[in-house]
């Protein structure tokens, strides 16, 4: 069946040291993956996009890797501030006509100062 | 530049009772527009999806309906809630035909059956 999974866990780092989130995915063929963030009580806000010929795309102290071997991405976030802390979803592509995604479940993100 | 707008923010309904939510999107043409549901603590799941006026594709069969009666305005409704039908409900937009799909989300409404 497919399915995509986020970090189980709630992540909590440090001010200043960088956080990883992972996304993974099983019986999909994304053409593209995208990441947002979703404040508590807010709509999710789009982040960033990379297609299945990127292997890393970088914005400001984001980075995001594609590894379409493994079915993952990671998100990278850089220097963290207590401000990146939210919950981060990741969404995949599945190839209609609509646009179409399919949203993982999420990951929250603590940064401690 | 474009915004989305949703209303009410919070709704307290009981069960039984009828349901419509509405969702605006200004600043651009023929958009797509979707309906999304987040439980608590959840991901989201899409409801119902439409590519033009009239035109409306739903994603999980439920007692809710969608409705788009002008090119940027989107409607959710029901004519009896449930308890189950309680959650964080978020309107979205994308470019028609886009390349990319980022979507852009509404500000949300808390809807709470009793």
């Known amino acids: 069946s497919q399915k995509i999974e986020q970090n189980s866990e709630a992540l909590n780092i440090q001010e200043g040291k960088t956080a990883t989130l992972t996304c993974n995915y099983t019986?999909?063929?994304?053409?593209?993956l995208q990441w947002y963030r979703q404040d508590p009580g807010r709509g999710p806000v789009f982040l960033l996009l990379i297609r299945e010929n990127e292997k890393e795309k970088r914005k400001e102290r984001l980075k995001v890797t594609f590894d379409t071997t493994l079915k993952q991405s990671l998100f990278h976030i850089t220097a963290s501030q207590p401000a990146d802390s939210a919950t981060y979803l990741c969404a995949l592509d599945v190839g209609t006509s609509y646009d179409k995604v399919i949203f993982g479940p999420g990951t929250s993100l603590s940064v401690i100062p | 530049s474009q915004t989305i707008h949703q209303w009410p923010a919070t709704l307290v309904q009981p069960v039984g009772s009828p349901l419509s939510l509405e969702c605006t999107v200004e600043g651009t043409s023929n958009p797509n527009l979707y309906w999304y549901r987040q439980a608590a603590g959840r991901g989201l799941q899409l409801l119902f999806y439409s590519v033009g006026i009239g035109q409306i594709s739903s994603e999980v069969p439920q007692n809710l309906s969608a409705s788009r009666p002008q090119d940027r305005q989107f409607i959710l409704s029901s004519k009896k809630l449930l308890l189950s039908d309680s959650g964080f409900y978020l309107c979205a937009w994308s470019r028609f035909a886009g390349t990319t799909g980022e979507q852009y989300f509404g500000p949300g409404t808390r809807l709470t059956v009793t």
């Open positions: 019986n999909y063929s994304p053409a593209y």
